[in-house]
């Protein structure tokens, strides 16, 4: 079991940078897959990065090359760095782990981007 709060969202302009942290309970070592999801208004929840099981990290084709994810085991935290963000990215964004086949969510994080 583990909670997990992310921080860092907020409002930003189209082109700007925000880092995202998720902090769990406990931890991370052994937790494979852990990520970043989100969830725009009247759209259903998105990944947007992750670590797999096999221990890469995939990213769906509208981030590649703008957001990086990371973490820091010591720490217990993964990090998702948000390049050259567009208003399209504007969404309630959700940290997900997977422990023995069941999922973990935080509470989310607001990212507006203002174009």
């Known amino acids: 079991q583990v909670q997990l709060v992310e921080s860092g969202g907020g409002l930003v302009r189209a082109g700007g940078s925000l880092t995202l942290s998720c902090a769990a309970s406990r931890s991370i070592d052994s937790i494979k897959t852990i990520g970043w999801y989100r969830q725009a208004p009247g759209k259903q929840r998105e990944l947007v990065a992750t670590?797999?099981?096999?221990?890469?990290?995939i990213y769906v084709d509208f981030v590649k090359g703008r957001f990086t994810i990371s973490r820091d085991n010591a720490g217990n935290t993964v990090y998702l760095q948000m390049n050259d963000l567009k208003p399209e990215d504007t969404a309630v964004y959700y940290c997900h782990a997977r422990i023995l086949a069941l999922p973990y969510w935080g509470q989310g994080t607001q990212v507006t981007v203002s174009s």
């Open positions: 670590f797999t099981s096999g221990g890469s990290s």
